[in-house]
């Protein structure tokens, strides 16, 4: 049973940081692709980064030279450093493997 737990979300001032931690169990997460996603408000999930099992890396252009996804294997764990997030940003993110989703972290950006 695949199990992904998120956390790192909250309130932060535009052009402010954050990171999201990911934390899987019940997978061999070596091998998988990890993904992040975000929903804001009244819109669909977008997916805003993806990293392979080899390490390649693309981004959703709305975040590409601010986002960076990464992974460490030995912690079976994925992160997602947003940097100058900006309001629209603002939403609540996933991360997803194998068609398994965890529950989501809030990201607010207001000052």
């Known amino acids: 049973q695949v199990q992904l737990v998120v956390s790192g979300g909250g309130l932060v001032q535009p052009r402010g940081s954050l990171r999201l931690s990911c934390a899987a169990s019940g997978i061999v997460f070596s091998a998988n692709a990890m993904d992040w996603y975000c929903q804001g408000p009244g819109k669909q999930r977008e997916r805003v980064a993806g990293m392979t099992s080899g390490g390649y890396t693309d981004y959703a252009n709305s975040v590409k030279d601010r986002f960076t996804i990464s992974r460490d294997n030995a912690k079976n764990t994925v992160y997602l450093q947003m940097n100058n997030l900006k309001p629209e940003d603002a939403a609540v993110y996933y991360c997803?493997?194998?068609?398994?989703w965890g529950q989501g972290t809030q990201v607010t950006v207001s000052s």
């Open positions: 997803a493997v194998a068609g398994c």
